[in-house]
C-alpha cells in the first residue's frame, strides 16, 4: 500500500479528474497527499512575448510591459495558490491528511526532487496526450517524471482535444 502520494496538478483540463482519483486512492490506502503545482514562466500558459523580444525601439513600452506582466504573474500565483488551498481543504475535509506546495522552475525536475525529499511511495501525474513532434518541440512533464522518479508513478490520460472534437462532430452529424 502507498502511504505518501505527491500528486501534480496543473490547472488543465483534467486536473479535476486527478485530483479526484488520487483522493480515491488515498482515501483506499490511507495515504497521505501532497498537492504540487509548479508555475514556469517559460511555459505556456505563462509566457510572455515581451520577453522574447528584449531590445525594443521604445524602452519605456517594455518597462510598462514588464510592469503589467509582473502584476498578472503575481496575480496567476496568487489564484493558483487560492485554488490550491480549496482542493486541500477538500482532501481534508474528506479524511485525508493533506498539505500542498507551490513552487516555479521546470516541472518534471520539481516533482522528482519534492517526491525524494518527501519521500512519496506514489505520484500522479496527468499526461496530454501529445506525441511525435508535438512532445519533442514542448516537452513531457509525465514522460520526465517516468524516467526520473524516486518511486512508483501513475500516469493519467486526459482527453485528447481532436479526438474530443472529432467525436461531438461525428455525433451532431449523425443526428
Known amino acids: 500500500m502507498f502511504h505518501k502520494i505527491l500528486v501534480a496538478l496543473d ?3 483534467t486536473s479535476e479528474y486527478i485530483f479526484e482519483q488520487a483522493l480515491f486512492i488515498a482515501k483506499a490506502s490511507n495515504a497521505a497527499m ?3 503545482h509548479v508555475l514556469s ?3 505556456d500558459p505563462y509566457l510572455n512575448p515581451i520577453f522574447l523580444q528584449p531590445e ?10 514588464i510592469k503589467r506582466y509582473m502584476q ?19 482532501a481534508i475535509n474528506a479524511g485525508v491528511k493533506t498539505e500542498f506546495t507551490q513552487s516555479i522552475g521546470s516541472a518534471g525536475r520539481l516533482i522528482c ?6 519521500q512519496a511511495d ?7 496526450g501529445h506525441s511525435g513532434i508535438t512532445e519533442l518541440f514542448l516537452g513531457s ?11 512508483s508513478v501513475m500516469t493519467m490520460q486526459g482527453l485528447i482535444p481532436s479526438i474530443a472534437t472529432n467525436t461531438a462532430t461525428t455525433e451532431l452529424a449523425s443526428t
Request: proline share 5%; charged share 20%; aromatic share 8%.
Open 72 to 90: 498578472a504573474w503575481d496575480e496567476l500565483k496568487q489564484e493558483r495558490l487560492t485554488w490550491m488551498q480549496s482542493l486541500t481543504q477538500t
Open 113 to 118: 526532487e519534492l517526491a525524494s525529499s518527501w
Open 122 to 128: 506514489l505520484i500522479i501525474v496527468g499526461r496530454r
Open 56 to 65: 525594443t525601439i521604445y524602452p519605456s513600452l517594455q518597462t510598462e510591459a
Open 141 to 151: 512533464v509525465s514522460n520526465y517524471v517516468l524516467h526520473h522518479a524516486p518511486c
Open 41 to 43: 514562466p517559460l511555459e
Open 11 to 13: 490547472k488543465s483540463e
Open 34 to 36: 501532497m498537492l504540487l
